[in-house]
């Protein structure tokens, strides 16, 4: 089977791993990964990302000469895209960039042209309901009239465009999966005492961007009433709410429990998450319906969570997106925004510590067999030999 995944997340050497244990699960198995040769990330000036290409056994990343360079969306790629693909000749194509993208429009036309015959297949994480207008909805009816399956990264994306017509087969995977040889249970003793975090405390941790729609703010006020206990608050991010944090701390009397560490590379995370006893995911939804002009976010999948679970750290989340499925019965899970319900959860776990233990080993087999990028990349081939059969 020769499978073509297209992409500007694959840039990023990193986000290949599933990709690549994909290619190692049979022999048979193919994997080209078509990435933009040119990339902005985020639109940030002068920085410009240039993959380079390499082949590793069935895997392959393959930059080619793409149009736009900062928007998802707009991604499409030059005349030498018809080559590779008369080479290759796929089986299976996957377009990463959502139910609207042009890029998606522009490989399933190419599909048919070159009569490939391949399963057009796209990922999204788009969770809102949504409205379009001329052109973009001729744009996301030809696209879905012409998918064969579709892979999303939440339950509400699925229902979302099951609700817009699509009816073909449809599967729920997030697009990356946790690296269990980096994140995965060790102490970190010199790393708690450089932080000055007490051993004897119970600490709760949060990791993530410091804005409105995190729900840091609701996770700072659930500890005023937890003064009683011995804890301490570790926040690991940056971002526009740090000063409201640390004043709102200061006026619920909890400022000298609080640890805040800023600017944090990905591969140190891991250090930092095994500090914690539990991890807190308070995300707050901001709208439950998209149009052109007005935007609406809630937690799309929460990969902290299941960086967590690997660190057999246990988590609590609110409700918002698809925290709940993510945790099923391996944490807790409070209604969002709901300080004392919040509250509530974090007594438990520091009461009860053989809770919090269970919760956390359950969190860690939840992980480990359904969350690895090995444990993603075995689904994703079983979509696949679906369509295909």
């Known amino acids: 089977m020769k499978i073509l995944v297209a992409s500007h997340t694959y840039i990023v050497d990193l986000n290949c791993e599933k990709l690549r244990k994909l290619s190692q699960l049979q022999d048979d198995l193919d994997v080209a990964v078509v990435v933009p040769s040119r990339w902005r990330p985020g639109g ?30 707009l991604l499409t790629f030059k005349p030498s895209i018809i080559k590779f693909l008369k080479q290759f000749k796929p089986d299976i194509i996957q377009v990463e960039q959502g139910a609207k993208s042009l890029g998606y429009a522009q490989l399933i036309t190419l599909n048919t042209l070159l009569n490939l015959k391949a399963k057009n297949i796209f990922f999204t994480w788009w969770n809102l309901p949504y409205t379009n207008k001329f052109p973009i909805s001729l744009l996301e009816k030809y696209n879905l009239n012409n998918t064969d399956g579709l892979i999303s990264g939440n339950q509400d994306g699925v229902d979302i465009l099951r609700d817009r017509g699509y009816q073909n087969q449809a599967t729920v995977l997030p697009q990356l999966g946790v690296d269990e040889t980096l994140f995965t249970p060790r102490q970190q003793p010199e790393l708690a005492n450089k932080l000055g975090l007490d051993n004897g405390k119970f600490t709760i941790g949060f990791v993530g961007r410091f804005v409105p729609e995190k729900g840091t703010l609701t996770l700072i006020k659930s500890l005023e009433t937890l003064k009683d206990l011995p804890w301490q608050l ?30 944090v590379p990905h591969d140190e995370v891991p250090r930092y998450i095994n500090l914690m006893d539990t991890l807190v995911l308070p995300s707050e939804t901001t709208s439950k319906f998209r149009t052109l002009t007005a935007a609406g976010w809630k937690e799309q999948f929460g990969h902290v969570l299941i960086e967590a679970m690997a660190c057999q750290v246990s988590v609590i989340g609110s409700d918002s997106g698809e925290i709940p499925n993510v945790i099923n019965d391996a944490g807790l899970v409070f209604p969002e925004g709901d300080i004392e319900a919040l509250s509530h959860c974090l007594r438990q776990l520091i009461e009860k510590p053989h809770l919090n233990q269970k919760l956390a080993n359950k969190g860690y087999q939840r992980a480990m067999t359904k969350y690895t990028n090995q444990a993603l990349a075995k689904e994703q081939l079983n979509f696949y030999q679906e369509l295909i059969n």
């Open 44 to 73: 940030v000036q002068n920085k410009i990302i240039e993959p380079v290409a390499k082949i590793e056994s069935n895997f392959r990343l393959v930059p080619i000469d793409n149009f736009s360079q900062n928007n998802q969306g």
């Open 234 to 263: 570790l926040l690991l991010g940056r971002g526009e709410l740090k000063a409201e944090i640390e004043q709102t701390a200061q006026k619920t009397g909890i400022q000298e429990r609080l640890t805040i560490v800023e600017s």
